[in-house]
C-alpha cells in the first residue's frame, strides 16, 4: 500500500515562493496519476493540479500560469512549485493518488505579509 507525505509549506510573503513535495513509500507509485489539493478554512477541498502517468497536467482557474506540477518517478515523488503567492492561496494542501483514497497528511501553506 502507497503511503504519501507531504512537505514544503510554511510561511511566505505574498509574490514569493514555495515549493511542496509529496512523497510515497512503496514501488507502485509511478502507476498513479498524482493530484494535489488544497483546502483553505471553512472552504472545500479543491483541486490544484493533476498530473497523469501520460504527464497530461491539469490546473485549477486561479492557479494557472502561478503552479507546476511535476513528478520524479525514480525518487517516487511529486512536487508543486508555488509562484507569485497570492495571500488567497493560504490553505493545507495534500496530495493523492488519483482515482483512490489513498491521501498524505496535508502541509500547511500561509502566505501573509
Known amino acids: 500500500q502507497v503511503q504519501l507525505v507531504e512537505s514544503g509549506g510554511g510561511l511566505v510573503q505574498p509574490g514569493g515562493s514555495l515549493r511542496l513535495s509529496c512523497a510515497a513509500s512503496?514501488?507502485?507509485?509511478?502507476?498513479?496519476?498524482i493530484g494535489w489539493y488544497r483546502q483553505a478554512p471553512g472552504q472545500q477541498r479543491e483541486l490544484v493540479a493533476s498530473?497523469?502517468?501520460?504527464?497530461?497536467?491539469t490546473y485549477g482557474d486561479s492557479v494557472k500560469g502561478r503552479f507546476t506540477i511535476s513528478r520524479d518517478n525514480a525518487k517516487n515523488t511529486a512536487y508543486l512549485q508555488m509562484d507569485s503567492l497570492k495571500p488567497e492561496d493560504t490553505a493545507v494542501y495534500y496530495c493523492?493518488?488519483?482515482?483512490?483514497?489513498?491521501w498524505g497528511q496535508g502541509t500547511l501553506v500561509t502566505v501573509s505579509s
Open positions: 493523492n493518488l488519483l482515482g483512490t483514497t489513498t
Open positions: 512503496g514501488s507502485m507509485f509511478r502507476f498513479y496519476g
Open positions: 498530473i497523469t502517468l501520460r504527464h497530461t497536467l
